[in-house]
């Protein structure tokens, strides 16, 4: 198996156990759109140089990055260690809001957004289910 494939295998498998885990019923329209893409990456597997609209961009760096999934949670990360983050006196202060990401996932617990602007700030998952934070 080439080094592509074994690549877009792990892929496939991690996609498999990340719907297992998620134990979809399948109706929201975010499942349906996950599964064609799943499915037209299995078909195609990774772009190359080859094809045209990717010509300029060699992706194989990336598909040969040993791919796992990121489980949600701080990973060690606090707000104390955000603090001494570089820009924190500026980008961190008190009159903004703060939204952090963790291996992509949304942390609330680290998270400060301005509950005065009108802007509702959560997850992806949440808004998808039609939850709001309180």
Known sequence: MTAAKEGQAVYLTNFAQLEKRLG????????GLRKEAIARF???????TRMEEWKFTNVAPIARIPFQIAEPGPDGLTAER?????????????????IVFVDGHYSRELSS??????VIVTSLAEAIKGETPS
């Open 42 to 48: 299995a078909e195609l597997g990774f772009p190359t």
């Open 82 to 98: 955000l603090a001494h983050m570089p820009f924190a006196d500026t980008a961190f202060c008190e009159q903004c809001s703060r």
């Open 24 to 31: 979809r019923n399948g109706d929201s329209w975010i499942d």
């Open 113 to 118: 957004p301005d509950p005065s602007g009108g």
